[in-house]
């Protein structure tokens, strides 16, 4: 567990709490600024950042690290501004606590947050799962639109032509679209 604070006696107090909690602390850090680093050097399990409120380049460098180092991060925080809440949830906090830390319910606060955070994974693996299919179907769409146009076909025997090829190649039905589809840009 990484811990964030620009306050040393707040990070300590947090740091005591999340140890109580049964948790291992990994590093204390001081500031936002180097956090993406940070992370990639310790791969904690989970952040936990304490702020009376987060900073935009807090923000930032949280939204840049869930595109790229994706962890569960919890703030305590001050600071209840709907606009900062919405700030907050854009930036991937998976748990955002206003008005202080309550070390009873650490541990709680904490597995409710890297739930929230898994199932946000799985809901955005599962979007992309859903963009690549869409994708590969639109290849597929114009690679029978060009064989249904160049050899006369109907859009039946065009998908079967298209299905028979990729089991013939062993490829997937996507990758055999794109190289109809290259063909026909190649040759005009």
């Given amino acids: 567990m990484l811990v964030v604070d620009e306050s040393r006696g707040r990070a300590r107090v ?4 999340m140890e109580r909690a049964g948790y291992e602390v990994v590093v204390s850090h001081g500031a936002s600024l180097a956090l993406l680093k940070t992370v990639e050097r310790v791969q904690p399990d989970v952040i936990v950042i ?18 790229h180092l994706p962890r569960p991060i919890v ?18 906090v998976a748990a955002y606590v206003v008005d202080g830390l309550d070390p009873a319910r650490v ?61 013939d190649r062993r490829k997937p039905l996507a990758d055999v679209a794109r190289q109809v589809l290259d ?3 190649l040759l005009g």
Wanted: net charge negative; charged share 35%; proline share 2%.
């Fill in 183 to 185: 063909a026909a840009d």
């Fill in 107 to 167: 541990k709680s606060i904490v597995e409710v947050a890297c739930a929230r955070f898994e199932e946000y994974q799985r809901l955005r693996d599962e979007l992309a799962a859903a963009k690549v299919k869409l994708s590969e179907r639109k290849l597929v769409e114009r690679a029978k639109g060009v064989l249904m146009k160049s050899r006369g076909l109907d859009e039946d025997a065009a998908y079967e032509l298209l299905r028979k090829l990729a089991m």
């Fill in 75 to 92: 703030m305590f925080a001050d600071d209840a501004a709907p606009q900062t809440l919405r700030d907050v949830m854009r930036a991937g």
């Fill in 14 to 17: 947090l740091r005591e709490a």
């Fill in 50 to 67: 304490d702020t009376e409120s987060p900073s935009r380049d807090t923000l930032e460098n949280l939204a840049v690290m869930g595109q």
